[in-house]
């Protein structure tokens, strides 16, 4: 088993290495554009720190353990809130933007679900038209943004990298996640198979918690230099990645079968959110505070801690 452990371990670090070089690379892209930063956050940096999901999913589909890449996915939606969330709001209480709360998290709720009703209706699984519909619902998600953005944000004190770095980071960042999610699928199977544990549990725990790294890191640090958009905005738009993008894609890299096992999952990461907004909504100005950071930490414990009882 310590073979597997280590190479799972290589494989989560090869990923957030990957990660930090894709998103660093996309930012200096942005800064040239002046985008404002909550859009770099929902978009640019979302999807940045979502790629170790999509790695580790389309690897997991290409495999043929569809269990473990919804388990993944919902998994990740999961500590993106409660654990990450959570934390960066202990660390230091964070305001939610009103147009998020209209927005981003009522799709944080309506995407898991409808992912259960494509996937766990008649056929039970995930087809390629059902993924092409998700994926053309991110790609009118962000254009909408874009089309909706606000003022242009005035030029980064710092410039931005030069295009010869920023390609060179794309680069080392694509390879280290390739390398990264095989690492990962393969000893997670492994390690699944030795000790008696289904592929979807080893997804929403040990896969999910160490895709959402790259997550976790950005929104605490954001949090401690008081750069609150870029927290939240990288929660709400990477979990929307996660389910609209990540998971379409992989539908329609192969099919996805969906057991009702996974079902608690699915719910458990529409919840989430529907808690997000139950907490923030009421304050005014909407704000996550230390409060529902704790009880964020407290629901993740419980539900991770139940769904492995039962398994």
């Known amino acids: 088993m ?5 190479v799972l371990a290589a494989g989560f670090a ?3 290495a990957g990660a930090h070089a ?15 930063p909550f859009v770099i956050g929902l978009t640019v940096v979302a999807v940045g720190t979502s790629l170790p999901e999509l790695a580790v999913n389309w690897l997991a589909a290409w495999r043929g353990t569809p269990d473990l890449a919804m388990g993944n996915i919902m998994g990740s939606n999961l500590a993106n809130i409660l654990l990450i969330l959570g934390l960066a709001a202990t660390v230091r209480p964070l305001p939610v933007r009103a147009s998020s709360l209209r927005m ?8 898991p679900l409808l992912v259960a009703l494509l996937g766990l209706g008649a056929f039970a699984r995930l087809s390629r038209w059902e993924g092409a519909l998700l ?3 991110a790609v009118v998600y962000t254009v909408r943004l874009f089309l909706n953005r606000e003022p242009l944000a005035p030029p980064p004190d710092t410039p931005p990298r030069s295009f ?7 680069t080392v960042g694509v390879v280290l996640l390739v390398l990264g999610g095989d690492f990962i699928v393969r000893s997670s199977i492994l390690l699944a198979r030795r000790i008696g544990m289904s592929e979807a549990v080893i997804g929403l725990t040990v896969v999910a918690v160490g895709t959402s790294l790259p997550e976790l890191a950005t929104s605490v640090v954001a949090a401690l230099r ?23 894609t992989t539908a329609i890299l192969r099919p996805m079968p969906l057991g009702r096992d996974l079902l608690p999952d699915i719910l458990a990461a529409a919840g989430a959110a529907a808690v997000l907004w139950a907490m923030a909504a009421p304050a005014r100005p909407p704000r996550l505070g230390r409060t529902a950071g704790i009880l964020f ?7 991770m801690g139940w769904r492995l009882w039962t398994t």
């Open 2 to 6: 310590a073979p597997d452990l280590i």
């Open 14 to 16: 090869l990923l957030i």
């Open 22 to 36: 894709l998103v660093e690379a996309a930012s200096s892209l942005a800064a040239r554009a002046h985008v404002p």
């Open 104 to 111: 981003e998290v009522p799709l944080g709720v309506a995407g």
């Open 135 to 137: 994926v053309g619902i």
């Open 164 to 170: 010869p770095t920023v390609l060179l980071l794309l």
């Open 226 to 248: 008081r750069a609150p958009d870029i927290a939240v905005g990288n929660i709400m738009g990477s979990n929307l990645y996660n389910v609209f993008l990540v998971l379409g």
């Open 297 to 303: 930490l407290a629901l993740y414990a419980s539900y």
